[in-house]
């Protein structure tokens, strides 16, 4: 902090500065008060800067450390209890919540016809984007407040996207015509520009939030639809190794097979088998392995 910002401090009866320091605290509530009378219906938040650059918010958190550990002085108690500063601590989250919040007001404010995208920075360096996308996974699993609900709608925020389920539907049966032993993982596109994986991933987060509805749910049953990834990476590995059998019918993966799908060939069937030892293995799962004679 340069020196000329603390000239103009002067002492009081409250709080003689004996030291820069105490010419330092003064400084920043003097800047407390200024931050007060132009914002009197809120104190400074842990990002908050008055004037700019300095990080007044955190000064004022710092406080709060202090006078729960009992560490500032009565003096200065005195003089942050006469202007009712408030002692309870601010949750980081819930200050991060309202942060966004504000930079989405912002960016409406800026882009009054659209809604930021899943990567879009604002301001720059600031992942807008993927906060409002986690806004709506957390609605769609019941995992945000009545409160901050109320806050969204209260600018027009769209909770729930425009309902194309029947269109990504359809893009799905398309991709499991060309991908039929595997499911999208959850930032693939399918096609170029389509996030399908998060679809899926959004189907499966309704499903366990019991919010998918009977005709959804019976659709993508219909296609054989995997709502555990476990279930996903099993699949893909058995698949692999029906490949691998059909490739070499009269072998199995050994130790030193020289490409990496083999050797992580080996690894998941030395799980199997650890896992039928252990009694830990599904019924159907080692009937799929004893349908392709696995070598236990």
């Known amino acids: 902090m340069a020196t000329k910002k603390l000239t103009n401090i002067r002492a009081t009866a409250e709080h003689p500065i004996n030291s820069r320091w105490d010419m330092q605290w003064l400084w920043q509530y003097d800047n407390l008060l200024k931050f007060r009378k132009k914002k009197p219906n809120k104190w400074p938040s842990l990002t908050d800067q008055h004037p700019t650059g300095n990080r007044l918010g955190q000064w004022a958190q710092r406080q709060r450390d202090l006078h729960e550990a009992r560490l500032l002085a009565k003096e200065r108690v005195a003089m942050l209890n006469k202007i009712s500063f408030p002692w309870e601590k601010t949750d980081g989250r819930d200050v991060h919540w309202t942060t966004q919040y504000g930079h989405l007001v912002d960016y409406r404010k800026k882009n009054p016809k659209k809604w930021p995208f899943a990567r879009e920075e604002f301001p720059k360096g600031n992942r807008l984007g993927l906060w409002v996308w986690r806004q709506r996974q957390n609605f769609a699993t019941d995992m945000i407040s009545k409160e901050r609900i109320q806050l969204l709608k209260k600018i027009g925020f769209p909770l729930e996207l425009p309902d194309r389920w029947e269109t990504h539907f359809s893009t799905l049966k398309d991709y499991r015509k060309k ?16 996030r399908l994986g998060l679809w899926c991933h959004l189907q499966r987060c309704a499903y ?11 659709a993508l049953e219909g296609l054989g639809f995997q709502w555990s990834v476990k279930s996903m990476s099993w699949d893909r590995n058995y698949q692999l190794l029906k ?27 030395s799980i ?3 896992k039928r030892k252990n009694k830990k293995l599904e019924k159907e799962k080692i009937a799929a392995l004893d349908k392709i004679g696995f070598r236990w």
Do not use: H, M
């Not at 366990?208 to 019976?218: M, P, V």
């Open 208 to 218: 366990k939030a019991d919010k998918l509805s009977r005709e959804r749910l019976k």
């Open 272 to 274: 199997q088998r650890n």
């Open 243 to 269: 490949e691998y059998k059909k490739s070499a019918p009269k072998k199995w993966p050994v130790i030193d097979s020289s490409t990496p799908e083999n050797r992580k060939l080996i690894t998941w069937s």
């Open 179 to 194: 991908n039929p032993n595997r499911w999208p993982k959850a930032r693939e596109e399918f096609p170029a520009g389509n």
